[in-house]
């Protein structure tokens, strides 16, 4: 079982960038897909972003496509989100997630994923 704790909140205003991280304990971080969802108050869980074991396919939302990028370090144990260009509608509770599933950097569903971090606040201001 693998524990998961994003750091990065923040308030910036329309335009600048933010960078999240996720920490992941356990031993097989680097056999979890690995994702990024974000939840706005009264909407659905949206998926952001994923990444394969090795971090050598990633897939996104056309939401956040040439603006944000997500990134791993398995000897860190670590996730990473930066955003930039940062609009008012990016706004929301941000999640990391890490899917058991096979391979693919293409887990966009909330049900793949297994285990999920606590979240963090994005707030962009216009």
């Known amino acids: 079982q693998v524990q998961l704790v994003e750091s990065g909140e923040g308030l910036v205003q329309a335009g600048g960038s933010l960078r999240l991280s996720c920490a992941a304990s356990?031993?097989?971080?680097?056999?979890?897909?690995m994702g990024w969802f974000r939840q706005a108050p009264g909407k659905e869980r949206e998926f952001v972003a994923s990444?394969?074991?090795?971090?050598?396919?990633?897939y996104y939302a056309d939401s956040v496509k040439d603006r944000f990028t997500i990134s791993r370090d398995n000897a860190k144990n670590s996730l990473y989100l930066q955003m930039n260009s940062l609009k008012p509608e990016d706004t929301a509770v941000y999640y990391c997630?890490?899917?058991?599933?096979?391979?693919?950097?293409?887990?966009?569903?909330?049900?793949?994923?297994?285990?999920w971090g606590q979240g963090t606040q994005v707030t962009v201001s216009s």
């Open positions: 356990g031993r097989s971080f680097s056999n979890y897909v």
């Open positions: 990444i394969s074991w090795d971090g050598d396919s990633t």
């Open positions: 997630a890490a899917s058991r599933r096979a391979n693919s950097s293409r887990r966009k569903s909330v049900y793949d994923y297994d285990y």
